[in-house]
């Protein structure tokens, strides 16, 4: 079955930057599909953050606009999300979807002074 692997969160300063990557294992038609990045906080609802779709459009949640960047490389079966002037509000959990996969075990994000 598909699986996606989440990866390069850390700890940052207000401001800082970091580049999440999802490798969605097992997928035969990758490059059709939408991928879309989410994130969970502590005491909150998941909510979606980014998504790109297998003809091109790309979304984002109002709060991340001109801050985090989602693009992926079919050619690896990969999404990544680029987040730079990152605010201690973006703290989370962050989690790669693929259509009808289970939830990875996602990469945290702690954004602090």
């Known amino acids: 079955q598909v699986q996606v692997v989440e990866s390069g969160g850390g700890l940052v300063q207000p401001g800082g930057s970091l580049r999440l990557s999802c490798v969605v294992r097992?997928?035969?038609?990758?490059?059709?599909?939408?991928m879309s990045w989410y994130r969970q906080a502590p005491g909150k609802q998941r909510e979606m953050v980014a998504n790109?779709?297998?003809?091109?459009?790309?979304n984002y949640v109002d709060s991340v606009k001109g801050r985090f960047t989602i693009s992926k490389d079919n050619t690896k079966n990969t999404v990544y999300l680029q987040m730079d002037s990152l605010k201690p509000e973006d703290t989370a959990v962050y989690y790669c979807q693929y259509p009808l996969a289970s939830w990875g075990q996602g990469t945290q994000v702690i954004v602090s002074s």
């Open positions: 790109i779709t297998g003809t091109g459009p790309i």
């Open positions: 097992g997928s035969i038609f990758f490059s059709i599909h939408t």
